[in-house]
């Protein structure tokens, strides 16, 4: 054998002479010409894109050694399980924009406004010693009842107690003043201030002290807006709500126990019992140091004055022997005043939206029944009694309830509030069409985007599809509209978190006659009739109860075709979407709306079951209302 090298080049001259043999030479023909070369050189040209392969067409180049590649970053929060897939949510200031996927480039993931950041706000609740258990839990819905009107109104409430006062830095010192043996009042309210103290100061609030108010009120926006330059009570409250940066607490809490009256407890035991008069101990021991907001009206604050003075039936009930009948008494006198304030500030009444009225009846059930539970009259021990901070208010009158409507399209007003059901596009054509099944050539012959178009009707009815998706996202979650309507999709079975949505529990009972009566014979509440169904719509065909029992058939189709993984169902579902994009992306945008709301909650929910006031330490349904809906998607 010859040498490698030699091998080497007769296996260069061998392909060599084999390329000459099987192609030829190369001619003149092949080599361009000198004026080609000179025209090249001036006018140089890109090669035409034509030719090349399409990207999808390249194979990615292996990187067995290359560094690890990271995926886009996934929102937190960002979705939700459901019986009917997942449902997703992208947040983004962009959200004012008819189609999410122009975002999201995804069609199943909705665009929602940013989350408002919620304002905290305290209060402070310790139990008293050898207290029962009925009374700590009787005690615990109470402040259950005060975490819902606040989380309703846009705030996160927190439960404080002695442990958080003990990680003050002042505890030691207040602890060797031994006021808890001069008057306890006096030492739980600067306790009170001390946990506060702690939690970098906010909005400290008395857990009897609830808000009563529309949702723009003045008071209440400038809470949320957490501005406050200096440390200030709301006069006429007493000690019912302070608010203040954390250094003005700390400076207030630091001077308070310095005052000479603690000097000698002994000495000054009368003079430190009067301090829990008026505004309470800390507001008598700064004095001017707080300042003393104008009165408002979007606060209600039952104070043991209060109740002596106003509602002495239920006030006649905290005795040792009948403590626990007061503080369900009082849970509901504060329920009822929660609920009439809200038919007092919606005063036009409630409109049920029933787009394409006329076979439709089996999408408003749900819808109805929580309209007849806001229109009826709440249960309470005092039935004609007003909230404190409102004493000139309109007291429901079984006779003549909140009005309830049937409307076909949504109106442009404030003064109604108004419910709805966003039906899925392959829902409304079952039920629009009488129909048990849409096929690509029935859905050619329809029109799009139908109910959107109906539910616009006197709001937007020359404008394009898009425009009407853009309006009634705004109706759905902007601060202005959101407070003012509720939106439910119809492929849910049940509907939770009503009584966190409207920041009190809907009546679950009803007088069975058109009088009203007690639930029992020793209870001294007062339930009321339910009130009717509202009116058909005028000019709309009443369907009799077999259609209606045909309804209700489709409808389960409808639910059970969208909630289906079979690859047939899911391409007939995808061809309804595609056909009525504006309906399937307001179908979306409000279940992920619901969606996030729902998990906003049970979030925080999980973060506070530990603490005083949890639906857990209140033996109540988790999820609210009260059993009527199951806490369930």
């Given amino acids: 054998m010859p040498p490698r090298r030699f091998q080497f080049l007769l296996a260069v001259l061998f392909l060599l002479t084999t390329t000459l043999f099987l192609f030829g030479p190369p001619t003149s023909a092949d080599l361009p010409s000198y004026d080609q070369v000179a025209d090249a050189v001036k006018h140089p040209k890109m090669p035409s894109l034509e030719n090349l392969p399409s990207l999808e067409d390249l194979p990615s180049p292996p990187r067995p050694f290359g560094p ?64 029962s258990k009925e009374v700590t839990e009787a005690e615990n819905r109470l402040v259950l009842a005060w ?48 946990a506060w103290g702690h939690m970098q100061g906010g909005i400290l609030a008395n857990w009897l002290a609830l808000p009563m108010a529309e949702y723009d009120n003045p008071m209440l926006g400038l809470l949320r807006r957490k501005q406050y330059p200096q440390l200030s009570r709301i006069d006429g409250l007493e000690n019912g709500i302070f608010f203040g940066e954390a250094g003005a607490v700390d400076a207030a809490i630091k001077k308070a126990i310095e005052n000479p009256l603690f000097t000698n407890v002994t000495q000054n035991h009368d003079k430190i019992v009067d301090l829990k008069k008026g505004a309470g101990a800390m507001a008598n021991l700064l004095g001017k140091d707080i300042k003393a907001e104008s009165k408002s009206n979007g606060i209600a604050y039952y104070s043991a004055a209060t109740l002596a003075n106003v509602y002495k039936s239920v006030a006649d009930k905290f005795t040792n022997t009948t403590q626990l009948e007061g503080l369900d008494l009082l849970a509901n006198l504060i329920n009822s005043h929660l609920h009439l304030t809200f038919q007092n500030i919606f005063s036009e009444g409630i409109a049920v939206i029933k787009p394409l009225p006329e076979h439709t009846t089996a999408l408003m059930y749900e819808v109805i029944d929580i309209a007849r539970n806001l229109t009826q009259c709440p249960t309470s021990p005092v039935p004609k009694s007003c909230p404190p901070n409102r004493s000139k208010c309109t007291p429901c009158n079984p006779a003549k309830p909140m009005k309830l409507e049937l409307h076909i399209a949504l109106k442009d007003t404030t003064k109604q509030y108004q419910i709805g059901t966003v039906p899925h596009p392959y829902t409304l054509g079952l039920l629009h069409y009488t129909r048990d099944t849409l096929d690509a050539n029935f859905l050619h012959s329809t029109g799009r985007d139908q109910w959107l178009a109906a539910l616009m009707a ?106 289906s993984t079979d690859k047939h169902w899911k391409e007939v579902i995808n061809m309804v979407e595609q056909w009525n994009q504006a309906d399937a992306e307001a179908w979306r945008f409000a279940r992920a709306f619901s969606a996030r709301r729902r998990q906003e909650r049970k979030k925080w929910e999980e973060e506070e079951k530990k603490f005083t006031g949890s639906e857990q330490k209140s033996g109540v349904h988790t999820g609210g209302g009260g059993g009527r809906w199951i806490d369930k998607f």
């Fill in 147 to 194: 975490r819902r009107a606040w989380w309703a109104q846009g705030f996160k409430p927190h439960v404080l107690s002695r442990d958080e006062a003990k990680q003050h830095p002042l505890y030691q010192m207040v602890q060797r003043l031994k006021l808890e043996k001069v008057d306890p009042e006096v030492e739980v309210e600067i306790m009170r201030w001390l």
């Fill in 458 to 563: 006197d709001i937007l009815k020359e404008h394009s599809s898009s425009d009407q998706v853009v309006r009634f996202k705004e109706v759905v979650a902007s601060p202005q509209s959101a407070p003012t309507s509720l939106w439910l999709t119809a492929e849910r079975i049940s509907q939770a978190d009503l009584d966190w949505i409207f920041g009190f529990n809907l009546p679950q009972i009803a007088s069975p006659n058109k009088d009203p009566s007690s639930p029992s014979e020793d209870s001294e509440l007062v339930i009321f009739p339910r009130p009717d169904e509202p009116a058909p719509i005028e000019g709309v065909q009443e369907q009799d109860a077999e259609f209606i029992k045909h309804e209700e058939e489709r409808l389960q189709k409808a639910r059970d075709a969208i909630k």
């Fill in 68 to 131: 690890p590649v990271h995926k886009p970053p996934v929102q937190p929060d960002s979705n939700s399980t459901s019986s009917y897939g997942l449902i997703q949510w992208f947040r983004n200031y962009k959200w004012h924009i008819p189609f999410s996927s122009a975002v999201t480039f995804d069609e199943n993931t909705a665009v929602l406004p940013p989350l408002n950041e919620r304002p905290p706000i305290y209060t402070y609740y310790e139990a008293r010693d050898k207290q």
